[in-house]
Protein backbone atom coordinates (compact mmCIF):
# COMPACT_ATOMS: atom_id res chain seq x y z
CA UNK A 1 0.00 0.00 0.00
CA UNK A 2 1.56 3.16 -1.23
CA UNK A 3 -0.06 6.65 0.02
CA UNK A 4 1.11 10.03 -0.27
CA UNK A 5 -0.01 10.76 3.31
CA UNK A 6 -0.18 8.41 6.45
CA UNK A 7 1.85 11.07 8.69
CA UNK A 8 -1.18 11.55 11.35
CA UNK A 9 -2.00 8.24 11.45
CA UNK A 10 -1.38 5.72 14.14
CA UNK A 11 -2.67 2.77 12.58
CA UNK A 12 -2.77 1.52 9.31
CA UNK A 13 -5.35 1.57 7.15
CA UNK A 14 -7.53 -1.24 6.97
CA UNK A 15 -6.90 -3.74 3.92
CA UNK A 16 -10.42 -3.37 2.13
CA UNK A 17 -10.65 0.36 3.22
CA UNK A 18 -7.69 1.04 0.86
CA UNK A 19 -9.28 -0.94 -1.48
CA UNK A 20 -12.55 0.94 -1.41
CA UNK A 21 -11.01 4.18 -1.63
CA UNK A 22 -8.21 3.47 -4.02
CA UNK A 23 -8.73 4.70 -8.15
CA UNK A 24 -5.59 3.32 -9.52
CA UNK A 25 -7.66 0.76 -11.48
CA UNK A 26 -9.60 3.48 -13.13
CA UNK A 27 -7.49 6.21 -13.28
CA UNK A 28 -4.59 4.50 -14.72
CA UNK A 29 -5.94 5.56 -17.71
CA UNK A 30 -4.88 8.79 -16.86
CA UNK A 31 -1.56 8.62 -16.54
CA UNK A 32 0.24 10.19 -19.83
CA UNK A 33 -2.44 13.21 -18.72
CA UNK A 34 -0.47 13.03 -15.29
CA UNK A 35 2.61 13.12 -16.48
CA UNK A 36 2.22 16.26 -18.62
CA UNK A 37 0.54 17.90 -16.29
CA UNK A 38 3.47 16.86 -14.38
CA UNK A 39 5.75 18.30 -16.74
CA UNK A 40 4.75 21.36 -16.97
CA UNK A 41 4.39 21.77 -13.33
CA UNK A 42 7.99 20.95 -12.88
CA UNK A 43 9.10 23.33 -15.42
CA UNK A 44 7.37 26.37 -13.81
CA UNK A 45 8.94 25.47 -10.20
CA UNK A 46 12.22 25.74 -11.88
CA UNK A 47 11.61 28.92 -13.97
CA UNK A 48 10.22 30.15 -10.98
CA UNK A 49 13.21 29.49 -8.74
CA UNK A 50 10.40 27.21 -6.27
CA UNK A 51 13.18 24.44 -7.26
CA UNK A 52 16.65 24.40 -8.67
CA UNK A 53 17.29 24.31 -12.44
CA UNK A 54 19.18 20.70 -11.15
CA UNK A 55 15.85 19.39 -9.27
CA UNK A 56 14.07 20.73 -12.05
CA UNK A 57 15.86 18.64 -14.85
CA UNK A 58 15.75 15.48 -12.64
CA UNK A 59 11.94 15.66 -12.35
CA UNK A 60 11.70 16.26 -15.99
CA UNK A 61 14.15 13.24 -16.81
CA UNK A 62 12.93 11.10 -14.39
CA UNK A 63 9.09 11.75 -15.45
CA UNK A 64 10.32 10.81 -19.02
CA UNK A 65 11.36 7.43 -17.83
CA UNK A 66 8.85 6.81 -15.87
CA UNK A 67 6.38 7.49 -19.20
CA UNK A 68 8.66 5.21 -21.48
CA UNK A 69 8.22 2.51 -19.32
CA UNK A 70 5.54 2.17 -18.84
CA UNK A 71 4.63 2.70 -22.22
CA UNK A 72 7.29 -0.71 -23.40
CA UNK A 73 5.21 -2.53 -20.22
CA UNK A 74 8.54 -2.53 -17.97
CA UNK A 75 7.12 -0.66 -15.33
CA UNK A 76 3.50 -1.78 -14.66
CA UNK A 77 0.77 0.03 -12.67
CA UNK A 78 -0.47 -2.04 -10.14
CA UNK A 79 -3.33 -1.62 -7.30
CA UNK A 80 0.33 -1.39 -4.61
CA UNK A 81 -0.61 2.64 -5.41
CA UNK A 82 -3.88 4.87 -3.92
CA UNK A 83 -4.05 6.31 -7.30
CA UNK A 84 -2.00 7.30 -10.46
CA UNK A 85 -0.84 10.33 -8.82
CA UNK A 86 0.46 8.45 -5.80
CA UNK A 87 1.92 5.79 -8.55
CA UNK A 88 3.89 8.61 -10.20
CA UNK A 89 5.08 10.25 -7.41
CA UNK A 90 6.24 7.26 -5.75
CA UNK A 91 8.24 5.62 -9.12
CA UNK A 92 9.89 9.45 -9.48
CA UNK A 93 11.25 8.93 -6.11
CA UNK A 94 12.43 5.43 -6.52
CA UNK A 95 13.69 6.78 -9.56
CA UNK A 96 15.35 9.77 -9.04
CA UNK A 97 15.32 10.13 -4.97
CA UNK A 98 14.89 13.65 -2.83
CA UNK A 99 14.62 15.82 -5.86
CA UNK A 100 11.31 13.83 -6.73
CA UNK A 101 9.93 14.64 -3.21
CA UNK A 102 9.61 18.34 -4.14
CA UNK A 103 7.46 17.80 -7.63
CA UNK A 104 4.41 17.94 -5.50
CA UNK A 105 5.31 21.85 -4.13
CA UNK A 106 2.43 24.01 -4.51
CA UNK A 107 0.26 21.41 -6.20
CA UNK A 108 -2.45 18.74 -4.49
CA UNK A 109 -4.13 16.16 -5.69
CA UNK A 110 -7.24 18.00 -6.16
CA UNK A 111 -6.04 20.45 -8.79
CA UNK A 112 -3.82 17.87 -10.52
CA UNK A 113 -6.93 15.46 -10.71
CA UNK A 114 -9.08 18.23 -12.19
CA UNK A 115 -6.29 19.16 -14.62
CA UNK A 116 -5.74 14.94 -15.82
CA UNK A 117 -9.74 14.94 -16.47
CA UNK A 118 -9.48 17.84 -18.33
CA UNK A 119 -6.35 16.85 -20.32
CA UNK A 120 -8.07 13.72 -20.97
CA UNK A 121 -11.79 14.65 -21.97
CA UNK A 122 -9.95 17.11 -24.33
CA UNK A 123 -8.28 15.17 -26.08
CA UNK A 124 -11.69 12.54 -26.30
CA UNK A 125 -13.34 15.47 -27.39
CA UNK A 126 -10.66 16.03 -30.55
CA UNK A 127 -11.23 12.32 -31.00
CA UNK A 128 -14.89 11.97 -30.96
CA UNK A 129 -14.56 14.98 -33.40
CA UNK A 130 -12.31 12.54 -35.70
CA UNK A 131 -14.64 9.74 -35.91
CA UNK A 132 -17.85 11.90 -36.88
CA UNK A 133 -15.90 13.90 -39.60
CA UNK A 134 -15.14 10.51 -40.48
CA UNK A 135 -18.69 9.21 -40.54
CA UNK A 136 -19.59 12.80 -42.23
CA UNK A 137 -17.75 11.39 -44.98
CA UNK A 138 -19.14 8.19 -45.96
CA UNK A 139 -22.77 9.74 -45.74
CA UNK A 140 -21.23 12.26 -48.08
CA UNK A 141 -20.19 9.66 -50.76
CA UNK A 142 -24.03 7.95 -50.22
CA UNK A 143 -25.18 11.20 -50.88
CA UNK A 144 -23.30 12.20 -53.97
CA UNK A 145 -24.16 8.89 -55.55
CA UNK A 146 -28.02 8.83 -54.89
CA UNK A 147 -29.31 12.06 -55.63
CA UNK A 148 -31.89 10.54 -57.94
CA UNK A 149 -32.08 7.15 -55.62
CA UNK A 150 -36.28 7.88 -54.88
CA UNK A 151 -37.61 6.31 -51.84
CA UNK A 152 -40.91 7.05 -49.71
CA UNK A 153 -40.48 9.57 -46.94
CA UNK A 154 -42.59 8.52 -43.99
CA UNK A 155 -44.48 10.72 -40.72
CA UNK A 156 -45.92 8.50 -38.52
CA UNK A 157 -43.37 5.70 -40.33
CA UNK A 158 -46.68 5.66 -42.95
CA UNK A 159 -45.63 7.10 -46.31
CA UNK A 160 -45.88 10.54 -46.62
CA UNK A 161 -43.96 11.93 -49.63
CA UNK A 162 -41.18 10.97 -51.89
CA UNK A 163 -38.04 11.82 -51.33
CA UNK A 164 -34.17 10.87 -52.12
CA UNK A 165 -31.73 8.72 -50.26
CA UNK A 166 -29.44 11.43 -50.48
CA UNK A 167 -31.86 13.62 -49.00
CA UNK A 168 -32.11 11.08 -46.37
CA UNK A 169 -28.38 11.02 -45.55
CA UNK A 170 -28.34 14.76 -45.35
CA UNK A 171 -30.74 14.62 -42.58
CA UNK A 172 -27.92 12.55 -40.31
CA UNK A 173 -25.30 15.13 -41.75
CA UNK A 174 -27.07 17.46 -40.35
CA UNK A 175 -26.89 16.01 -36.82
CA UNK A 176 -23.51 14.73 -37.00
CA UNK A 177 -22.56 18.70 -38.05
CA UNK A 178 -24.96 20.07 -34.79
CA UNK A 179 -22.74 17.35 -32.64
CA UNK A 180 -19.30 18.32 -33.67
CA UNK A 181 -20.27 21.89 -33.26
CA UNK A 182 -21.76 20.93 -29.61
CA UNK A 183 -17.91 18.72 -29.15
CA UNK A 184 -16.22 22.87 -30.01
CA UNK A 185 -18.77 24.96 -27.76
CA UNK A 186 -17.87 22.34 -24.87
CA UNK A 187 -13.80 22.10 -26.04
CA UNK A 188 -13.45 25.99 -26.54
CA UNK A 189 -15.61 26.44 -22.62
CA UNK A 190 -13.83 24.23 -20.74
CA UNK A 191 -10.33 25.27 -22.15
CA UNK A 192 -9.33 26.64 -18.89
CA UNK A 193 -6.40 25.38 -16.39
CA UNK A 194 -6.91 24.89 -13.19
CA UNK A 195 -3.26 23.78 -11.92
CA UNK A 196 -1.83 25.84 -9.08
CA UNK A 197 -5.61 25.97 -7.53
CA UNK A 198 -3.92 23.89 -4.70
CA UNK A 199 -6.15 21.82 -2.54
CA UNK A 200 -8.58 24.81 -2.75
CA UNK A 201 -7.31 28.13 -1.63
CA UNK A 202 -4.38 28.58 -4.08
CA UNK A 203 -0.85 28.60 -2.67
CA UNK A 204 1.54 30.73 -0.95
CA UNK A 205 4.64 29.65 -3.37
CA UNK A 206 4.87 32.02 -6.56
CA UNK A 207 3.13 30.01 -9.25
CA UNK A 208 3.29 31.05 -12.50
CA UNK A 209 -0.19 29.82 -13.31
CA UNK A 210 -0.04 31.45 -16.90
CA UNK A 211 2.99 29.79 -17.37
CA UNK A 212 1.64 26.30 -17.07
CA UNK A 213 -1.85 27.42 -18.80
CA UNK A 214 -0.03 28.13 -22.21
CA UNK A 215 2.34 24.71 -21.67
CA UNK A 216 -0.81 22.61 -21.50
CA UNK A 217 -2.14 24.83 -24.77
CA UNK A 218 -4.88 26.15 -22.36
CA UNK A 219 -6.42 29.39 -23.52
CA UNK A 220 -5.27 30.50 -19.91
CA UNK A 221 -5.69 29.61 -16.04
CA UNK A 222 -9.35 29.41 -13.80
CA UNK A 223 -10.27 32.31 -12.13
CA UNK A 224 -11.53 30.85 -8.58
CA UNK A 225 -9.68 27.74 -6.80
CA UNK A 226 -12.34 26.44 -5.09
CA UNK A 227 -14.65 26.58 -8.77
CA UNK A 228 -11.55 24.87 -10.59
CA UNK A 229 -10.74 21.85 -8.00
CA UNK A 230 -14.68 20.83 -7.94
CA UNK A 231 -15.84 21.82 -11.36
CA UNK A 232 -16.99 18.84 -13.42
CA UNK A 233 -19.46 20.67 -15.87
CA UNK A 234 -17.34 19.27 -18.63
CA UNK A 235 -17.93 16.34 -18.01
CA UNK A 236 -21.58 16.23 -17.82
CA UNK A 237 -21.38 18.79 -20.99
CA UNK A 238 -19.47 15.76 -22.71
CA UNK A 239 -21.78 12.94 -21.69
CA UNK A 240 -24.29 15.35 -22.48
CA UNK A 241 -23.15 15.37 -26.14
CA UNK A 242 -22.25 11.85 -25.98
CA UNK A 243 -26.05 10.87 -25.06
CA UNK A 244 -27.10 13.03 -27.96
CA UNK A 245 -24.41 11.60 -30.89
CA UNK A 246 -25.77 8.06 -29.37
CA UNK A 247 -29.78 9.46 -29.91
CA UNK A 248 -28.82 10.12 -33.07
CA UNK A 249 -27.34 6.73 -33.93
CA UNK A 250 -29.89 4.93 -32.14
CA UNK A 251 -32.38 6.27 -34.62
CA UNK A 252 -30.41 5.86 -37.57
CA UNK A 253 -29.69 2.25 -36.31
CA UNK A 254 -33.77 1.76 -36.13
CA UNK A 255 -34.12 3.30 -39.27
CA UNK A 256 -31.84 0.55 -40.53
CA UNK A 257 -33.11 -2.04 -38.28
CA UNK A 258 -36.73 -1.02 -40.39
CA UNK A 259 -35.36 -1.04 -43.68
CA UNK A 260 -33.52 -3.54 -43.92
CA UNK A 261 -36.53 -6.27 -42.02
CA UNK A 262 -38.17 -8.36 -45.23
CA UNK A 263 -41.47 -6.66 -45.31
CA UNK A 264 -38.86 -3.27 -45.87
CA UNK A 265 -36.16 -4.88 -47.86
CA UNK A 266 -34.53 -1.25 -48.74
CA UNK A 267 -31.18 -2.42 -47.91
CA UNK A 268 -29.05 -5.42 -47.43
CA UNK A 269 -26.26 -5.34 -44.43
CA UNK A 270 -23.18 -6.65 -45.40
CA UNK A 271 -23.05 -10.04 -44.01
CA UNK A 272 -19.60 -8.82 -42.18
CA UNK A 273 -21.96 -6.59 -40.18
CA UNK A 274 -24.73 -9.13 -39.93
CA UNK A 275 -24.95 -12.32 -37.53
CA UNK A 276 -26.76 -15.37 -37.87
CA UNK A 277 -29.19 -17.52 -35.51
CA UNK A 278 -28.50 -20.46 -33.87
CA UNK A 279 -31.62 -22.13 -34.59
CA UNK A 280 -33.42 -20.45 -37.69
CA UNK A 281 -31.31 -21.50 -40.64
CA UNK A 282 -32.25 -18.70 -42.73
CA UNK A 283 -31.60 -15.71 -40.69
CA UNK A 284 -29.38 -12.69 -41.12
CA UNK A 285 -29.70 -10.34 -37.90
CA UNK A 286 -29.08 -6.56 -37.79
CA UNK A 287 -27.07 -7.16 -34.28
CA UNK A 288 -24.75 -4.20 -34.73
CA UNK A 289 -27.38 -1.94 -35.45
CA UNK A 290 -29.27 -3.37 -32.23
CA UNK A 291 -26.40 -2.93 -30.13
CA UNK A 292 -25.96 0.61 -31.02
CA UNK A 293 -29.58 1.61 -30.01
CA UNK A 294 -29.08 -0.65 -27.16
CA UNK A 295 -26.19 1.05 -25.74
CA UNK A 296 -27.60 4.53 -25.79
CA UNK A 297 -29.44 3.33 -22.52
CA UNK A 298 -26.09 2.84 -20.83
CA UNK A 299 -24.54 6.56 -22.23
CA UNK A 300 -27.65 8.04 -21.36
CA UNK A 301 -27.22 6.21 -17.41
CA UNK A 302 -23.89 7.94 -16.93
CA UNK A 303 -24.81 11.29 -17.90
CA UNK A 304 -28.08 10.81 -14.75
CA UNK A 305 -25.36 9.30 -12.62
CA UNK A 306 -22.83 12.06 -13.05
CA UNK A 307 -25.68 15.04 -12.96
CA UNK A 308 -26.75 13.22 -9.69
CA UNK A 309 -23.00 12.42 -8.40
CA UNK A 310 -22.51 16.35 -8.52
CA UNK A 311 -25.60 17.66 -7.16
CA UNK A 312 -25.13 17.57 -3.16
CA UNK A 313 -21.30 18.65 -2.94
CA UNK A 314 -20.64 21.44 -1.11
CA UNK A 315 -17.79 23.35 -2.08
CA UNK A 316 -14.56 22.38 -2.73
CA UNK A 317 -13.30 19.08 -3.35
CA UNK A 318 -15.18 15.90 -2.24
CA UNK A 319 -14.50 12.35 -2.50
CA UNK A 320 -17.37 11.81 -4.54
CA UNK A 321 -15.82 13.83 -7.14
CA UNK A 322 -13.64 10.39 -7.89
CA UNK A 323 -16.53 8.68 -9.18
CA UNK A 324 -16.43 10.80 -12.04
CA UNK A 325 -14.41 8.61 -14.25
CA UNK A 326 -15.22 5.17 -14.81
CA UNK A 327 -19.07 6.59 -16.18
CA UNK A 328 -17.16 9.22 -18.66
CA UNK A 329 -14.46 6.45 -19.00
CA UNK A 330 -17.42 3.95 -20.50
CA UNK A 331 -19.04 6.56 -21.89
CA UNK A 332 -16.08 7.36 -24.26
CA UNK A 333 -15.19 3.90 -24.86
CA UNK A 334 -18.96 2.72 -26.01
CA UNK A 335 -19.05 5.82 -28.32
CA UNK A 336 -16.17 5.26 -30.09
CA UNK A 337 -17.10 2.07 -30.62
CA UNK A 338 -20.37 2.63 -31.93
CA UNK A 339 -18.98 5.19 -34.46
CA UNK A 340 -16.72 2.98 -35.91
CA UNK A 341 -19.01 -0.25 -36.13
CA UNK A 342 -21.77 1.79 -36.98
CA UNK A 343 -20.53 3.88 -39.94
CA UNK A 344 -18.54 0.91 -41.78
CA UNK A 345 -22.10 -0.77 -41.39
CA UNK A 346 -23.48 2.49 -43.14
CA UNK A 347 -20.36 1.96 -45.79
CA UNK A 348 -21.18 -1.51 -46.47
CA UNK A 349 -25.28 -1.16 -46.94
CA UNK A 350 -26.19 -2.33 -50.13
CA UNK A 351 -29.85 -0.15 -51.28
CA UNK A 352 -32.20 -1.66 -53.52
CA UNK A 353 -33.27 1.00 -55.14
CA UNK A 354 -35.79 -0.79 -56.95
CA UNK A 355 -37.53 -1.39 -53.76
CA UNK A 356 -37.20 1.75 -52.98
CA UNK A 357 -38.55 3.55 -55.99
CA UNK A 358 -41.54 1.13 -55.86
CA UNK A 359 -42.39 1.38 -52.40
CA UNK A 360 -42.41 5.02 -53.26
CA UNK A 361 -44.78 4.68 -55.90
CA UNK A 362 -47.16 1.92 -54.11
CA UNK A 363 -47.48 4.31 -51.23
CA UNK A 364 -49.38 7.11 -52.93
CA UNK A 365 -46.78 9.64 -51.99
CA UNK A 366 -47.44 11.43 -55.05
CA UNK A 367 -50.91 12.29 -53.48
CA UNK A 368 -50.16 15.63 -52.44
CA UNK A 369 -48.84 16.63 -56.03
CA UNK A 370 -51.74 15.10 -57.57
CA UNK A 371 -53.87 17.48 -54.82
CA UNK A 372 -52.07 20.58 -56.43
CA UNK A 373 -52.23 19.38 -59.78
CA UNK A 374 -55.92 19.95 -59.36
CA UNK A 375 -55.38 23.67 -57.37
CA UNK A 376 -53.07 24.67 -60.29
CA UNK A 377 -56.19 24.17 -62.53
CA UNK A 378 -58.48 26.31 -60.51
CA UNK A 379 -59.82 23.44 -57.70
CA UNK A 380 -59.78 25.11 -53.97
CA UNK A 381 -56.88 22.98 -51.73
CA UNK A 382 -59.53 21.85 -49.77
CA UNK A 383 -61.79 20.28 -52.40
CA UNK A 384 -58.71 19.49 -54.45
CA UNK A 385 -57.81 17.34 -50.81
CA UNK A 386 -60.84 15.59 -50.53
CA UNK A 387 -61.13 14.53 -54.61
CA UNK A 388 -57.77 13.02 -53.79
CA UNK A 389 -58.79 11.72 -50.95
CA UNK A 390 -61.89 9.46 -53.09
CA UNK A 391 -59.09 8.55 -55.67
CA UNK A 392 -56.76 6.95 -53.17
CA UNK A 393 -60.02 5.37 -52.13
CA UNK A 394 -60.48 3.69 -55.28
CA UNK A 395 -56.99 3.29 -55.96
CA UNK A 396 -56.62 0.78 -52.76
CA UNK A 397 -59.95 -0.61 -53.87
CA UNK A 398 -58.26 -1.35 -57.45
CA UNK A 399 -54.65 -2.22 -56.02
CA UNK A 400 -53.35 0.40 -58.10
CA UNK A 401 -51.08 3.74 -57.78
CA UNK A 402 -52.54 6.75 -58.84
CA UNK A 403 -50.35 6.85 -62.01
CA UNK A 404 -51.00 3.32 -62.84
CA UNK A 405 -55.13 4.58 -63.61
CA UNK A 406 -56.04 5.38 -66.93
CA UNK A 407 -57.73 8.62 -68.12
CA UNK A 408 -61.05 7.76 -68.17
CA UNK A 409 -61.08 6.09 -64.22
CA UNK A 410 -59.20 9.26 -63.17
CA UNK A 411 -61.73 11.34 -65.27
CA UNK A 412 -64.66 9.71 -63.32
CA UNK A 413 -63.37 11.59 -60.01
CA UNK A 414 -62.26 15.00 -61.37
CA UNK A 415 -63.09 15.78 -65.15
CA UNK A 416 -60.22 18.38 -64.68
CA UNK A 417 -57.40 16.17 -64.96
CA UNK A 418 -55.64 15.51 -68.63
CA UNK A 419 -53.37 13.73 -70.13
CA UNK A 420 -50.27 15.96 -68.26
CA UNK A 421 -51.32 14.52 -64.91
CA UNK A 422 -49.11 11.48 -65.75
CA UNK A 423 -46.06 13.27 -65.93
CA UNK A 424 -46.92 15.56 -62.79
CA UNK A 425 -47.05 13.16 -60.77
CA UNK A 426 -44.55 11.11 -61.79
CA UNK A 427 -41.74 10.24 -58.76
CA UNK A 428 -39.05 12.33 -60.56
CA UNK A 429 -41.43 15.41 -61.19
CA UNK A 430 -42.46 15.03 -57.33
CA UNK A 431 -38.78 14.94 -56.36
CA UNK A 432 -37.66 17.99 -58.84
CA UNK A 433 -40.00 20.35 -58.30
CA UNK A 434 -39.47 20.19 -54.82
CA UNK A 435 -36.87 22.98 -54.74
CA UNK A 436 -36.97 24.89 -52.07
CA UNK A 437 -33.55 25.21 -49.64
CA UNK A 438 -33.48 21.92 -47.86
CA UNK A 439 -35.37 19.90 -50.10
CA UNK A 440 -35.27 16.69 -52.14
CA UNK A 441 -34.95 17.83 -55.70
CA UNK A 442 -31.83 16.93 -57.04
CA UNK A 443 -30.21 20.54 -58.21
CA UNK A 444 -31.05 21.41 -53.95
CA UNK A 445 -29.20 18.32 -52.28
CA UNK A 446 -26.53 19.59 -55.12
CA UNK A 447 -25.82 22.82 -53.71
CA UNK A 448 -25.89 21.25 -50.23
CA UNK A 449 -23.22 18.76 -51.64
CA UNK A 450 -21.13 21.58 -52.36
CA UNK A 451 -21.69 23.49 -48.79
CA UNK A 452 -21.10 20.31 -47.20
CA UNK A 453 -17.85 19.50 -49.25
CA UNK A 454 -16.93 23.19 -48.35
CA UNK A 455 -16.96 22.30 -44.33
CA UNK A 456 -15.27 18.66 -44.69
CA UNK A 457 -12.27 20.71 -46.37
N1 LIG B 1 -8.31 9.79 -6.78
C1 LIG B 1 -8.79 11.08 -6.47
C2 LIG B 1 -9.92 11.48 -7.44
O1 LIG B 1 -10.03 10.88 -8.45
C3 LIG B 1 -7.68 12.07 -6.58
C4 LIG B 1 -7.83 13.26 -5.72
C5 LIG B 1 -7.67 12.89 -4.31
N2 LIG B 1 -7.77 14.02 -3.45
C6 LIG B 1 -8.03 13.91 -2.16
N3 LIG B 1 -8.09 15.00 -1.48
N4 LIG B 1 -8.22 12.74 -1.59
O2 LIG B 1 -10.69 12.36 -7.19
Known sequence: MAQLWGGRFKEETDRNVYLFNASIDFDKRLIYKDIEGSFAHAKMLGKQGII???????????????????????????????????????????????AGKKL????SR???????????VRDEIDRTDDLLKEFQTILLRIMKENLGTYMPGFTHLQKAQPITLAHHMSAYFEMLVRDRSRLKDIRKRMNLCPLGSGALAGTTYPLDRELTAKLLDFD?????????????????????????????????????????SNEYGFVEMDDAYSTGSSIMPQKKNPDIAELVRGKTGRVYGHLMAMLTTM????LAYNKDMQEDKEGVFDAIDTVKDCLKMFMQMVDTLKFNKEVMARSAMRGFTNATDAADYLVKHGVPFRDAHGIIGRLVLYCIDKGKAIDELDLSELKNISDVFEDDIYEEISLKTCVDKRLTIGAPSPDKIGEVIKIYEAYLK
Open 52 to 98: TEEEMNKILTGLTTIKEKVEDGSLLITDEYEDVHSFVEANLITMIGD
Open 104 to 107: HTGR
Open 110 to 120: NDQVALDMKLY
Open 220 to 260: GPTLNSMDSVSDRDYVIEFLDALSIIMMHLSRFAEETIIWN
Open 311 to 314: KGIP
